[in-house]
């Protein structure tokens, strides 16, 4: 994987949370962490993929997130609701996936 500036210690409670919640299908890291031109600071931009997914699931997602005290903010966006076309173009030419229901339900 490129370098994202996020440890796999960290990577891993990152995943550990999507995998709570079972309407999530897929995540997958954008943004400056993604293309690898990220500050030491740089927030961690995460697009959460899943049909199924509500405002209060995404909610509790990210206060999951705060619960592990990461030394950057996590910034989620669901994907399914982005209005941006270039917002989507983007997650869609940098982005990296992190986590993957299906492969996770299969290990």
């Given at each position: 994987m490129k370098n994202t500036g996020i440890n796999s210690?960290?990577?891993?409670?990152?995943?550990?949370?999507?995998?709570?919640?079972?309407?999530?299908?897929?995540?997958?890291?954008?943004?400056?962490?993604?293309?690898?031109?990220?500050?030491?600071?740089?927030?961690?931009?995460?697009?959460?993929?899943?049909d199924k997914l509500d405002f209060e699931q995404l909610l509790n997602i990210s206060i999951a997130m705060d619960d592990i005290e990461l030394l950057q903010a996590v910034d989620l966006v669901h994907f399914e609701k982005i209005k941006e076309p270039e917002l989507i173009k983007h997650i869609e030419r940098v982005g990296i996936k992190i986590y993957?229901?299906?492969?996770?339900s299969k290990s």
């Amino acid at each position: 994987m490129k370098n994202t500036g996020i440890n796999s210690s960290t990577l891993s409670e990152i995943t550990s949370v999507f995998s709570s919640f079972p309407e999530v299908e897929k995540a997958v890291l954008f943004g400056s962490r993604a293309k690898g031109n990220f500050y030491e600071g740089s927030d961690i931009d995460i697009a959460v993929f899943g049909d199924k997914l509500d405002f209060e699931q995404l909610l509790n997602i990210s206060i999951a997130m705060d619960d592990i005290e990461l030394l950057q903010a996590v910034d989620l966006v669901h994907f399914e609701k982005i209005k941006e076309p270039e917002l989507i173009k983007h997650i869609e030419r940098v982005g990296i996936k992190i986590y993957d229901l299906e492969l996770a339900s299969k290990s």
